[in-house]
Protein backbone atom coordinates (compact mmCIF):
# COMPACT_ATOMS: atom_id res chain seq x y z
CA UNK A 1 0.00 0.00 0.00
CA UNK A 2 1.30 3.26 -1.25
CA UNK A 3 0.26 6.56 1.44
CA UNK A 4 0.74 10.35 0.23
CA UNK A 5 1.15 12.64 2.58
CA UNK A 6 -0.41 15.51 3.34
CA UNK A 7 -3.48 13.75 2.41
CA UNK A 8 -6.67 15.71 0.86
CA UNK A 9 -5.14 19.17 0.55
CA UNK A 10 -2.03 20.65 -1.20
CA UNK A 11 0.53 22.32 1.44
CA UNK A 12 1.77 25.56 0.89
CA UNK A 13 5.21 26.56 0.99
CA UNK A 14 5.64 27.21 4.18
CA UNK A 15 3.53 24.05 5.61
CA UNK A 16 6.32 21.99 3.60
CA UNK A 17 8.88 23.56 5.34
CA UNK A 18 7.62 22.77 8.92
CA UNK A 19 6.86 19.10 7.17
CA UNK A 20 10.50 18.66 6.07
CA UNK A 21 11.35 20.34 9.53
CA UNK A 22 9.15 18.33 11.48
CA UNK A 23 10.35 15.03 10.11
CA UNK A 24 13.84 15.76 10.53
CA UNK A 25 14.19 17.22 14.02
CA UNK A 26 12.81 15.19 17.15
CA UNK A 27 11.82 18.10 18.75
CA UNK A 28 10.03 21.24 17.02
CA UNK A 29 7.90 24.27 17.80
CA UNK A 30 5.55 25.82 15.04
CA UNK A 31 4.70 29.34 16.24
CA UNK A 32 2.36 30.51 13.83
CA UNK A 33 -0.56 32.74 13.53
CA UNK A 34 -4.30 32.35 13.58
CA UNK A 35 -5.80 30.40 10.71
CA UNK A 36 -2.32 29.16 9.17
CA UNK A 37 -3.18 25.58 10.02
CA UNK A 38 -0.85 24.79 12.55
CA UNK A 39 -2.31 21.69 13.90
CA UNK A 40 -3.65 20.43 10.43
CA UNK A 41 -0.16 20.13 9.19
CA UNK A 42 1.58 19.26 12.67
CA UNK A 43 -1.02 16.51 12.26
CA UNK A 44 0.10 14.99 9.06
CA UNK A 45 3.80 14.68 10.39
CA UNK A 46 2.12 12.77 13.37
CA UNK A 47 0.68 10.19 11.14
CA UNK A 48 3.96 9.66 9.03
CA UNK A 49 5.82 9.41 12.32
CA UNK A 50 2.97 6.96 13.66
CA UNK A 51 3.29 4.90 10.34
CA UNK A 52 6.60 4.65 10.43
CA UNK A 53 6.88 3.55 13.90
CA UNK A 54 4.75 1.45 16.06
CA UNK A 55 3.34 3.12 19.79
CA UNK A 56 1.68 5.43 21.65
CA UNK A 57 1.26 9.15 20.20
CA UNK A 58 -0.30 11.89 23.07
CA UNK A 59 -1.98 14.53 21.01
CA UNK A 60 -1.85 17.40 24.28
CA UNK A 61 -4.68 19.90 24.28
CA UNK A 62 -5.18 22.33 27.25
CA UNK A 63 -8.24 20.80 27.87
CA UNK A 64 -9.81 17.83 27.29
CA UNK A 65 -12.94 18.89 25.74
CA UNK A 66 -10.91 21.52 23.35
CA UNK A 67 -9.19 18.72 21.94
CA UNK A 68 -12.66 17.19 20.89
CA UNK A 69 -14.07 20.62 19.29
CA UNK A 70 -10.78 21.85 17.96
CA UNK A 71 -9.97 18.68 16.47
CA UNK A 72 -11.96 15.53 17.25
CA UNK A 73 -15.46 17.10 15.94
CA UNK A 74 -13.89 19.98 14.54
CA UNK A 75 -15.20 21.35 10.62
CA UNK A 76 -12.99 23.80 8.61
CA UNK A 77 -13.80 26.42 6.17
CA UNK A 78 -13.84 24.19 3.72
CA UNK A 79 -16.27 21.55 5.07
CA UNK A 80 -13.58 19.17 6.03
CA UNK A 81 -12.82 17.12 9.32
CA UNK A 82 -9.18 16.05 10.39
CA UNK A 83 -9.95 12.97 9.36
CA UNK A 84 -10.63 13.50 6.36
CA UNK A 85 -7.00 14.53 5.90
CA UNK A 86 -6.15 11.50 6.60
CA UNK A 87 -6.20 7.97 4.77
CA UNK A 88 -8.81 5.45 5.30
CA UNK A 89 -6.85 2.39 4.61
CA UNK A 90 -4.88 3.01 7.55
CA UNK A 91 -7.64 3.22 9.76
CA UNK A 92 -7.85 0.41 12.62
CA UNK A 93 -10.12 1.38 14.59
CA UNK A 94 -11.69 5.12 15.82
CA UNK A 95 -13.16 5.51 19.16
CA UNK A 96 -15.27 8.38 19.23
CA UNK A 97 -16.45 8.48 22.94
CA UNK A 98 -12.42 8.28 24.36
CA UNK A 99 -11.22 9.60 21.04
CA UNK A 100 -8.39 7.05 20.18
CA UNK A 101 -7.55 6.71 16.49
CA UNK A 102 -5.75 3.05 15.96
CA UNK A 103 -4.08 2.65 12.81
CA UNK A 104 -3.52 -0.50 11.05
CA UNK A 105 0.49 -1.23 11.81
CA UNK A 106 -1.60 -0.88 15.87
CA UNK A 107 0.18 2.65 16.46
CA UNK A 108 -2.28 4.53 18.71
CA UNK A 109 -3.33 8.11 18.99
CA UNK A 110 -4.94 9.44 21.99
CA UNK A 111 -5.67 12.86 22.27
CA UNK A 112 -5.76 13.97 25.88
CA UNK A 113 -6.09 17.40 28.04
CA UNK A 114 -3.83 18.81 30.54
CA UNK A 115 -7.00 19.40 32.74
CA UNK A 116 -7.52 16.18 33.73
CA UNK A 117 -6.03 14.33 36.37
CA UNK A 118 -2.06 14.30 35.31
CA UNK A 119 -1.68 10.66 37.51
CA UNK A 120 -3.28 9.27 34.69
CA UNK A 121 -0.50 8.54 32.09
CA UNK A 122 1.62 7.63 35.29
CA UNK A 123 2.78 4.02 33.62
CA UNK A 124 2.03 4.65 30.04
CA UNK A 125 4.97 4.92 27.73
CA UNK A 126 4.28 7.46 25.02
CA UNK A 127 7.16 7.76 22.09
CA UNK A 128 6.17 10.73 20.66
CA UNK A 129 3.73 13.95 21.71
CA UNK A 130 2.43 16.74 20.20
CA UNK A 131 1.24 19.66 22.16
CA UNK A 132 -1.35 21.97 20.59
CA UNK A 133 -1.58 25.70 22.37
CA UNK A 134 0.97 24.77 24.86
CA UNK A 135 1.38 28.48 26.49
CA UNK A 136 -2.32 27.41 28.12
CA UNK A 137 -1.42 24.27 28.78
CA UNK A 138 -0.51 22.89 32.42
CA UNK A 139 3.61 22.80 31.64
CA UNK A 140 3.50 20.02 34.36
CA UNK A 141 2.47 17.76 31.67
CA UNK A 142 5.27 18.51 29.74
CA UNK A 143 7.62 17.56 33.22
CA UNK A 144 6.35 14.68 33.46
CA UNK A 145 6.41 13.21 29.65
CA UNK A 146 9.79 14.36 28.93
CA UNK A 147 11.81 11.70 31.35
CA UNK A 148 9.82 9.11 28.95
CA UNK A 149 10.10 10.67 26.14
CA UNK A 150 13.87 10.56 27.03
CA UNK A 151 13.90 6.62 26.84
CA UNK A 152 12.06 6.54 23.99
CA UNK A 153 14.25 9.34 21.60
CA UNK A 154 12.49 12.59 23.02
CA UNK A 155 10.17 13.56 20.20
CA UNK A 156 8.00 16.47 21.02
CA UNK A 157 6.34 18.97 18.98
CA UNK A 158 4.85 22.09 19.77
CA UNK A 159 2.58 24.28 18.11
CA UNK A 160 0.67 27.59 19.23
CA UNK A 161 0.26 31.36 19.26
CA UNK A 162 2.17 33.56 22.17
CA UNK A 163 0.12 33.87 25.24
CA UNK A 164 2.39 36.30 27.07
CA UNK A 165 6.10 35.37 27.92
CA UNK A 166 4.97 31.69 30.20
CA UNK A 167 6.24 28.49 29.66
CA UNK A 168 5.75 29.08 25.99
CA UNK A 169 7.77 31.65 25.34
CA UNK A 170 10.86 30.29 27.50
CA UNK A 171 10.66 26.98 25.47
CA UNK A 172 10.42 29.04 22.27
CA UNK A 173 13.88 31.01 23.68
CA UNK A 174 15.59 27.09 24.54
CA UNK A 175 14.80 26.33 21.04
CA UNK A 176 16.36 30.00 19.31
CA UNK A 177 19.19 29.18 21.34
CA UNK A 178 19.62 25.32 20.42
CA UNK A 179 19.19 25.25 16.75
CA UNK A 180 21.23 22.13 16.00
CA UNK A 181 18.34 20.28 17.83
CA UNK A 182 15.19 22.02 17.78
CA UNK A 183 13.36 22.85 14.67
CA UNK A 184 11.56 26.40 15.23
CA UNK A 185 8.99 28.22 12.90
CA UNK A 186 7.85 31.50 13.52
CA UNK A 187 5.19 32.55 10.99
CA UNK A 188 3.42 36.18 11.06
CA UNK A 189 0.61 37.07 8.17
CA UNK A 190 3.43 38.58 6.33
CA UNK A 191 5.15 35.26 5.94
CA UNK A 192 2.16 32.59 4.88
CA UNK A 193 1.51 32.71 1.42
CA UNK A 194 -0.94 30.38 -1.21
CA UNK A 195 0.75 28.63 -3.91
CA UNK A 196 0.09 31.49 -5.84
CA UNK A 197 1.90 33.32 -3.71
CA UNK A 198 -1.18 35.24 -2.42
CA UNK A 199 -1.02 36.16 1.20
CA UNK A 200 -3.29 33.87 3.94
CA UNK A 201 -4.44 36.43 5.63
CA UNK A 202 -4.59 39.66 4.34
CA UNK A 203 -4.24 43.40 5.18
CA UNK A 204 -7.81 44.30 4.53
CA UNK A 205 -8.83 41.09 6.86
CA UNK A 206 -6.80 42.31 9.70
CA UNK A 207 -8.80 45.71 9.91
CA UNK A 208 -11.65 44.27 9.63
CA UNK A 209 -10.67 42.85 12.98
CA UNK A 210 -10.20 45.85 14.22
CA UNK A 211 -13.42 47.09 12.37
CA UNK A 212 -15.04 44.58 14.47
CA UNK A 213 -13.55 45.60 17.97
CA UNK A 214 -10.66 43.40 18.13
CA UNK A 215 -7.85 45.15 20.47
CA UNK A 216 -4.34 45.96 19.09
CA UNK A 217 -2.48 43.68 21.74
CA UNK A 218 -4.46 40.77 20.56
CA UNK A 219 -4.21 41.37 16.68
CA UNK A 220 -0.30 41.88 17.44
CA UNK A 221 -0.79 38.57 19.40
CA UNK A 222 -2.52 36.14 17.16
CA UNK A 223 -1.54 37.85 13.73
CA UNK A 224 1.72 38.95 14.38
CA UNK A 225 2.61 36.03 16.77
CA UNK A 226 4.08 38.97 19.49
CA UNK A 227 5.21 37.69 22.82
CA UNK A 228 5.41 41.51 24.02
CA UNK A 229 1.97 42.19 23.29
CA UNK A 230 -0.40 42.95 26.26
CA UNK A 231 -3.07 39.33 26.64
CA UNK A 232 -6.30 41.03 27.46
CA UNK A 233 -7.81 37.87 28.93
CA UNK A 234 -5.02 37.47 31.28
CA UNK A 235 -6.00 39.18 34.77
CA UNK A 236 -1.49 39.79 35.52
CA UNK A 237 -0.39 39.92 32.24
CA UNK A 238 0.71 44.16 32.50
CA UNK A 239 2.19 43.49 35.68
CA UNK A 240 3.79 40.41 34.88
CA UNK A 241 5.38 42.14 31.46
CA UNK A 242 6.59 45.07 33.55
CA UNK A 243 8.52 43.33 36.27
CA UNK A 244 10.24 41.50 33.56
CA UNK A 245 11.37 44.67 31.80
CA UNK A 246 12.36 46.07 35.06
CA UNK A 247 14.32 42.99 35.83
CA UNK A 248 12.28 42.10 39.11
CA UNK A 249 11.73 38.81 37.84
CA UNK A 250 15.18 37.52 38.37
CA UNK A 251 17.68 36.02 41.15
CA UNK A 252 16.15 36.97 44.82
CA UNK A 253 17.89 35.36 47.28
CA UNK A 254 16.78 34.35 50.83
CA UNK A 255 17.73 36.72 53.52
CA UNK A 256 18.33 34.93 57.21
CA UNK A 257 17.74 37.82 59.03
CA UNK A 258 14.34 38.48 57.61
CA UNK A 259 11.06 36.11 58.63
CA UNK A 260 9.78 33.83 55.76
CA UNK A 261 5.93 34.30 55.59
CA UNK A 262 3.76 31.81 53.59
CA UNK A 263 0.14 31.84 51.96
CA UNK A 264 -1.81 28.93 51.13
CA UNK A 265 -4.47 28.46 48.62
CA UNK A 266 -5.79 25.12 49.77
CA UNK A 267 -6.70 22.05 48.02
CA UNK A 268 -8.51 18.64 49.02
CA UNK A 269 -8.99 16.84 45.88
CA UNK A 270 -7.39 20.33 44.00
CA UNK A 271 -3.57 21.43 43.85
CA UNK A 272 -2.23 23.18 47.20
CA UNK A 273 -0.01 25.94 46.28
CA UNK A 274 2.09 28.06 48.74
CA UNK A 275 4.29 31.56 48.33
CA UNK A 276 7.17 31.95 50.52
CA UNK A 277 8.07 35.47 51.15
CA UNK A 278 9.68 38.18 52.74
CA UNK A 279 9.02 41.50 53.33
CA UNK A 280 12.05 44.50 53.00
CA UNK A 281 10.92 47.38 53.80
CA UNK A 282 8.22 47.81 50.80
CA UNK A 283 9.43 45.37 48.90
CA UNK A 284 7.82 42.15 48.51
CA UNK A 285 10.89 39.39 47.92
CA UNK A 286 9.68 36.30 47.04
CA UNK A 287 12.27 33.81 47.28
CA UNK A 288 10.01 30.59 46.56
CA UNK A 289 7.27 28.61 45.88
CA UNK A 290 5.85 25.33 46.48
CA UNK A 291 2.99 23.43 44.65
CA UNK A 292 1.21 19.82 45.07
CA UNK A 293 -2.15 17.48 44.43
CA UNK A 294 -3.37 14.38 46.17
CA UNK A 295 -1.20 14.96 49.57
CA UNK A 296 -2.31 15.25 53.43
CA UNK A 297 -1.67 18.52 55.15
CA UNK A 298 1.31 16.94 56.81
CA UNK A 299 3.49 16.38 53.56
CA UNK A 300 3.01 20.36 53.59
CA UNK A 301 4.31 20.69 56.70
CA UNK A 302 7.11 18.67 56.55
CA UNK A 303 7.99 20.95 53.46
CA UNK A 304 8.03 23.59 55.21
CA UNK A 305 10.13 22.46 58.03
CA UNK A 306 13.02 20.71 55.48
CA UNK A 307 13.50 23.91 54.12
CA UNK A 308 16.00 26.54 56.04
CA UNK A 309 13.66 29.65 56.80
CA UNK A 310 12.93 31.04 60.16
CA UNK A 311 9.15 31.62 59.70
CA UNK A 312 6.78 34.59 60.53
CA UNK A 313 2.84 34.19 59.86
CA UNK A 314 1.28 31.21 57.61
CA UNK A 315 -1.56 33.19 55.46
CA UNK A 316 -4.57 30.58 55.03
CA UNK A 317 -7.80 30.53 53.04
CA UNK A 318 -11.39 31.25 55.50
CA UNK A 319 -12.07 27.68 54.47
CA UNK A 320 -9.07 26.53 56.64
CA UNK A 321 -11.42 26.80 59.37
CA UNK A 322 -14.13 24.98 58.30
CA UNK A 323 -14.80 21.42 60.03
CA UNK A 324 -14.35 17.85 58.59
CA UNK A 325 -17.23 16.16 58.64
CA UNK A 326 -15.56 12.91 59.27
CA UNK A 327 -13.42 14.18 62.25
CA UNK A 328 -15.14 17.09 63.35
CA UNK A 329 -11.98 19.05 63.31
CA UNK A 330 -11.13 22.06 61.34
CA UNK A 331 -8.18 21.81 59.54
CA UNK A 332 -6.57 24.90 60.97
CA UNK A 333 -6.94 22.76 64.32
CA UNK A 334 -5.10 19.71 62.49
CA UNK A 335 -2.71 22.28 61.51
CA UNK A 336 -1.75 23.36 65.07
CA UNK A 337 -1.93 19.77 66.16
CA UNK A 338 1.10 18.88 64.42
CA UNK A 339 3.16 21.76 65.18
CA UNK A 340 2.58 24.70 62.69
CA UNK A 341 2.01 27.83 64.62
CA UNK A 342 1.49 31.29 63.48
CA UNK A 343 -1.39 30.67 61.54
CA UNK A 344 -3.64 33.67 60.48
CA UNK A 345 -7.37 33.36 58.50
CA UNK A 346 -7.47 35.86 55.50
CA UNK A 347 -11.11 37.44 55.04
CA UNK A 348 -13.28 36.58 52.32
CA UNK A 349 -13.22 39.03 49.69
CA UNK A 350 -14.92 39.60 46.09
CA UNK A 351 -12.31 38.19 43.52
CA UNK A 352 -12.59 41.50 42.03
CA UNK A 353 -11.15 43.50 44.99
CA UNK A 354 -8.74 40.71 45.48
CA UNK A 355 -7.36 41.19 42.00
CA UNK A 356 -7.45 45.12 41.91
CA UNK A 357 -5.29 45.33 45.04
CA UNK A 358 -2.39 42.82 44.22
CA UNK A 359 -2.16 44.91 40.85
CA UNK A 360 -1.47 47.91 42.87
CA UNK A 361 1.04 45.71 44.69
CA UNK A 362 2.81 43.97 41.87
CA UNK A 363 5.56 47.54 41.64
CA UNK A 364 6.39 46.50 44.47
CA UNK A 365 6.86 42.71 44.16
CA UNK A 366 10.39 40.79 43.60
CA UNK A 367 10.29 37.28 42.29
CA UNK A 368 13.23 34.50 42.65
CA UNK A 369 12.74 33.40 38.73
CA UNK A 370 13.74 29.57 39.09
CA UNK A 371 12.46 28.94 42.99
CA UNK A 372 9.13 30.15 41.85
CA UNK A 373 8.98 28.95 38.07
CA UNK A 374 5.84 27.57 37.96
CA UNK A 375 3.62 30.19 40.49
CA UNK A 376 5.49 32.57 37.64
CA UNK A 377 3.84 30.98 34.90
CA UNK A 378 0.30 30.41 37.08
CA UNK A 379 0.35 34.03 37.08
CA UNK A 380 1.05 35.00 33.76
CA UNK A 381 -1.57 32.61 32.70
CA UNK A 382 -3.98 33.20 34.95
CA UNK A 383 -7.08 34.36 33.03
CA UNK A 384 -10.81 34.94 32.47
CA UNK A 385 -12.91 32.00 31.76
CA UNK A 386 -14.23 32.29 28.23
CA UNK A 387 -17.56 32.20 27.09
CA UNK A 388 -17.66 30.43 23.82
CA UNK A 389 -21.44 30.17 23.51
CA UNK A 390 -21.66 34.38 23.44
CA UNK A 391 -18.18 34.56 22.39
CA UNK A 392 -16.65 36.70 25.10
CA UNK A 393 -14.85 36.93 28.43
CA UNK A 394 -17.11 36.51 31.84
CA UNK A 395 -15.86 38.44 34.12
CA UNK A 396 -14.99 35.40 36.97
CA UNK A 397 -11.58 33.66 36.11
CA UNK A 398 -10.82 30.55 34.71
CA UNK A 399 -10.05 27.60 37.38
CA UNK A 400 -7.86 25.42 35.94
CA UNK A 401 -3.81 25.05 36.57
CA UNK A 402 -3.35 28.41 37.00
CA UNK A 403 -5.63 29.32 39.14
CA UNK A 404 -4.17 27.33 42.33
CA UNK A 405 -0.86 29.96 42.75
CA UNK A 406 -2.65 32.83 41.95
CA UNK A 407 -5.03 32.32 44.58
CA UNK A 408 -3.07 32.00 46.93
CA UNK A 409 -0.60 34.92 45.48
CA UNK A 410 -4.08 37.09 45.99
CA UNK A 411 -3.41 36.94 49.67
CA UNK A 412 0.38 38.33 50.23
CA UNK A 413 -1.69 41.81 49.68
CA UNK A 414 -3.54 41.27 53.24
CA UNK A 415 0.43 40.59 54.12
CA UNK A 416 1.80 43.65 52.27
CA UNK A 417 -0.86 46.00 53.37
CA UNK A 418 -0.42 45.03 56.86
CA UNK A 419 3.80 44.45 57.46
CA UNK A 420 4.09 47.12 55.66
CA UNK A 421 2.66 49.59 58.11
CA UNK A 422 4.49 48.15 60.85
CA UNK A 423 7.69 49.85 62.37
CA UNK A 424 10.78 47.29 62.34
CA UNK A 425 14.30 48.04 62.58
CA UNK A 426 14.71 44.91 60.53
CA UNK A 427 13.34 46.08 57.41
CA UNK A 428 14.06 49.60 57.73
CA UNK A 429 17.35 49.73 56.52
CA UNK A 430 18.23 51.06 53.15
CA UNK A 431 17.86 48.68 50.20
CA UNK A 432 20.90 47.21 47.84
CA UNK A 433 19.30 46.61 44.57
CA UNK A 434 22.78 45.21 43.32
CA UNK A 435 22.08 41.54 43.57
CA UNK A 436 19.23 41.88 41.29
CA UNK A 437 21.12 43.15 37.96
Not at 5 to 28: H, I, M, S, V, W
Not at 80 to 91: A, G, Q, S, Y
Amino acid sequence: MQITLPYNFTARPYQREALKGLDTFKRAILIWHRRAWKDKTAFQALIKKALERKGVYYYIFPEYEQGRKAFWDNIDNDGKTMFDHVPKEIFKRRNDQSMQLELMNWSLIQVIGTDRKIDNIVGTNPVWCLFSEFPISDPRWWDLIRPILKLNWWFAWFVYTPRGKNHGWKMREVARKNPEHWFLSEKTVLDTTDNNGNRIVTDQMIDEERRDGMDEDLVQQEYFVSFDASVKWAYYADQMRDARSQWRISSVPHEPTLQVHTAWDLGINDTTAIWFFQIYGKEVRIIDYYEMSGESLSHYVEVLNGKPYKYGTHYLPHDVEVKELQTGQSRKSFLYSIGMKNIEVVPRLPIEDWIDAVRRMFKNVWMDENNCERGINALTSYHKDYDAKNETYRRQPKHDWASNGADAFRYLWVVYNSLTKQKNEAITYEADYSQFY
